[in-house]
């Protein structure tokens, strides 16, 4: 009864630092999601992957990376870390990006850059 | 630049009252519309979904969709404390993926 599971929790990161946020899903989805969130903003797309072995940039895609390893895992990499990168990280999925199937997210990484 | 536009609130509403959210979106070509509820320091947590235009009722929640008017809405009757949270609104564009709106914060008064 998973769902999405993102790893970790919490961190605190050191500017110019790099970490790697895990996020795995065990409803045979297709398509994986990366957002933050901040204050007022609401939900921003990092970064997508329609299908295993694809990946697209989303609307905020300066200063990370991804890697969708296998169908059930979609990782998110913070090469140099920035404070502006300061935020709330959730990772969803869905049957697949192209239909009506509604996202389902993990419980999030909260994640501060000093 | 397809839009999900939602007031920010926070909307304050007493308990047992009803509750309504409502919704508008920029692409008329839109089949799908999705309500989260995100608690505060929670993920977003799917309370609806509604794909035709009409009313969808599920417990105390109606979702309505009006596709002519590019508008969809949230109805919690008998509001209780527990509702009081942020309630995103989604939608689908066709050829494209899920837009979600900045939210609603509610407040349910006690």
């Known amino acids: 009864n998973a769902g999405v599971t993102q790893t970790p929790k919490f961190q605190v990161l050191k500017t110019g630092q790099s970490m790697t946020l895990q996020c795995a899903q065990d409803?045979?989805?297709?398509?994986m999601y990366w957002y933050r969130q901040d204050p007022g903003m609401g939900l921003r797309l990092i970064y997508y992957s329609a299908s295993e072995g694809t990946t697209d940039k989303g609307e905020v895609p300066n200063g990370y990376n991804v890697s969708r390893l296998n169908k059930r895992e979609f990782s998110l990499r913070l090469e140099s870390a920035a404070p502006s990168q300061t935020s709330v990280y959730f990772c969803?999925?869905?049957?697949?990006?192209?239909?009506?199937?509604?996202?389902?997210f993990g419980d999030g990484t909260r994640l501060s850059i000093l | 630049q397809k839009e999900v536009e939602q007031n920010s609130g926070p909307l304050s509403v007493p308990e047992g009252a009803i509750a309504s959210l409502n919704c508008t979106y920029s692409d008329r070509g839109s089949q799908s519309f999705f309500w989260y509820r995100q608690y505060s320091g929670k993920s977003p947590e799917l309370i609806m979904f509604i794909y035709s235009n009409g009313d969808k009722e599920d417990g105390r929640f109606t979702a309505q969709l009006n596709k002519a008017s590019q508008y969809v809405s949230l109805l919690i009757r008998d509001s209780q404390p527990s509702d009081s949270a942020t309630y995103l609104c989604a939608v689908k564009p066709p050829n494209d993926k899920i837009i979600f709106g900045k939210g609603t914060r509610l407040h349910i008064l006690p």
């Open positions: 409803m045979n989805h297709n398509s």
């Open positions: 969803a999925s869905s049957g697949t990006s192209d239909s009506n199937q509604p996202q389902h």
